[in-house]
């Protein structure tokens, strides 16, 4: 759940709670919770994460399909339509890509931290971290590396 103001609300939920397949829905309230519009629905994917609601009509969701992809999407007009802002490069048979972490601290700045998990061909597995930042609302993201710590 995302609240861009005191009476505005953005809640995400599962449709097959029971089972974590299907499809999410995404619903709106202006009046503090006490009514929702159901805003449509975020197809299949195997989990999905609600960024935020800087605004009542910008939204972002971090997203993971079963194939090992990871993307953000964001909307600009509460949720009616979608567009594909960010796709990880990490996908694959022994890497993929992690979104999670998210938030907004501003009506245009957000942060997701994006996790790269694999195999190294010996076989031990790794993990790479990058902070994605936006600037503009969601409109588009940038990759910050993290520096790896000095070995001891």
């Not at 939920?13 to 449509?40: I, K, M, V, Y």
Request: hydrophobic residues 30%.
């Amino acid at each position: 759940m995302a609240a861009p103001s005191p009476t505005d609300l953005v809640v995400l939920c599962h449709s097959e709670p029971t089972t974590a397949t299907g499809n999410w829905r995404l619903f709106a309230s202006s009046d503090g919770g006490l009514t929702f519009q159901n805003r449509g629905t975020i197809g299949g994917n195997r989990r999905v994460q609600l960024i935020g609601a800087p605004t009542p009509d910008d939204i972002a969701i971090a997203a993971d399909d079963t194939d090992g992809y990871s993307w953000i999407l964001t909307s600009h007009d509460g949720g009616r339509s979608w567009a594909r802002t960010y796709q990880s490069p990490y996908y694959g048979s022994t890497d993929y890509g992690a979104l999670g972490n998210a938030g907004f601290t501003s009506a245009t700045v957000g942060y997701v931290l994006e996790t790269k998990s694999g195999a190294e061909p010996s076989g031990s597995a790794t993990e790479d971290r990058h902070l994605l930042v936006t600037r503009d609302g969601g409109k588009t993201w940038t990759r910050v590396s993290f520096a790896s710590p000095p070995n001891k």
